[in-house]
């Protein structure tokens, strides 16, 4: 396996879909990635701030295996950098199957893994017949959500695509990912 590495950065600071392919981005301890609409100490997923405003931002970055990317162009779907509206595309690194708490050392930054993000209708909007490959039903029933995997930041600092990426696990027992 090669190493683990950034291989995409995006950042938006409006709640659209998409985001902005970057070469760079900033992320700031306990708020997410400097000028981005979902950064902040509480919640700002429009749908979740209507609910419950003062909830936790555990979603401060969103964080994409850029593998996924490979096998749904096997399938004959574009998609690249910033498309399903996350900051961070990763490769060499089994995302969805990290314990919640893991960390991610990239250069000075740390990122703790909080949960998976859910994929919603707006993927259908984006590209037609693309949700039903983010959610695959395993043999025993449950679901496979691919699309990704959301973190906060625990130590900012500047990022960039090329970086490395270091991986600690909790200590154990581990808690499997679940929905934030």
């Known amino acids: 396996m090669s190493e683990a590495r950034i291989v995409g950065l995006a950042c938006s600071g409006e709640h659209n879909f998409s985001k902005t392919p970057r070469e760079r981005i900033t ?3 306990g708020l997410g990635v400097e000028g981005d609409a979902h ?3 509480t919640v700002q997923h429009l749908s979740r701030i209507k609910k419950t405003p003062d909830q936790p931002n555990l979603r401060q970055v969103h964080l994409i295996h850029a593998e996924l990317f490979d096998e749904l ?3 004959g779907y574009v998609v690249t950098t910033g498309d399903l509206g996350e900051n961070v595309d990763t490769r060499g690194i089994d ?4 314990p919640e708490d ?4 990239i250069g000075p930054t740390v990122l703790r ?3 998976l993000r859910n994929p919603c209708y707006q993927i259908d909007d984006f590209q037609p017949g693309l949700l039903k490959e983010m959610i695959e039903k ?3 029933g449950t679901l496979n959500r691919k699309c990704g995997v959301m973190a906060v930041v625990e130590a900012g600092g500047e990022i960039a695509v090329g ?3 270091s991986v600690t696990l909790p200590d154990e027992p581990h808690r499997p990912l679940d929905l934030v």
């Not at 995302?95 to 990290?98: D, E, S, V």
């Open 27 to 29: 992320l700031v301890e």
């Open 163 to 165: 970086d490395p990426i």
């Open 102 to 105: 893991t960390r991610l050392a």
């Open 39 to 41: 950064a902040g100490v």
């Open 138 to 140: 395993r043999p025993d």
């Open 113 to 115: 893994v909080t949960g």
């Open 73 to 75: 162009a096997a399938k």
């Open 95 to 98: 995302l969805l199957g990290l």
